[in-house]
């Protein structure tokens, strides 16, 4: 009789660490990012130095975590570089009429790997280029409506041809995602 009643108790523990194991992969899963060295293969390859060198114009918009557009704009760009030092002088116009401008320093230091920094970056930017793509990780003060948030952005553009590049950057603030930035370059100088 203990057998008979053992089983049913058995098969629910079973069932209820199935649901355990099965709910932690999901999770997990949903952590998981994808790799740059995945990349490494992928043609054409992106050199930094020679893609941002010269004009260039974005249009990109900003997607709240709903995926609602809540901010289109345009993006006038000249980069320029003097050895492993370069400047990317950004303008943007909002949807809105709004304007901004922003200028970047980069440095690459060999590798793949760039470092920058901006007036409205904490501290500073860090990427790597694997075939033809780029990760960029820094912390942005946002001001909105006011108020300064500093967040966090995880920055990833893939470059299509000599061109044409995409770039994705997801925004996070105490690891909660905030929204996602997606832009489309077009090199204007060959």
């Known amino acids: 009789m203990a057998l008979i009643l053992s089983h049913p108790l058995q098969h629910r523990i079973r069932w209820r660490r199935r649901l355990l194991v099965s ?54 760009m000249t980069g320029t570089w003097n050895g492993n030092q370069g ?10 009429g709004k304007t901004e401008r922003r200028v970047r320093r980069l440095i690459d230091d060999g590798n793949g790997r760039y470092r920058g920094t901006a007036d409205d970056v904490v501290g500073e930017a860090s990427g ?41 950057a997801e925004m996070r603030k105490f690891g909660i995602r905030l929204g996602e930035v997606t832009l489309s370059f077009t090199k204007l100088d060959r």
């Open 87 to 96: 400047v990317l002088d950004e303008r943007f116009t909002y949807s809105d």
């Open 128 to 168: 790597q280029v694997s075939g033809n793509a780029f990760q960029w990780r820094y912390t942005l003060r946002l001001p909105v409506d006011g108020r300064v948030y500093e967040v966090q952005f995880d920055d990833w553009m893939y470059l299509i041809d000599e061109r044409v590049m995409l770039n994705r």
């Open 23 to 76: 709910g932690v992969a999901w999770l997990l899963g949903g952590c998981a990012s994808q790799q740059l060295a995945s990349y490494a293969a992928e043609r054409p390859a992106l050199d930094l130095k020679t893609y941002f060198n010269g004009r260039l114009i974005a249009h990109g918009m900003f997607q709240d975590r709903s995926g609602q557009v809540v901010r289109r704009f345009v993006v006038e």
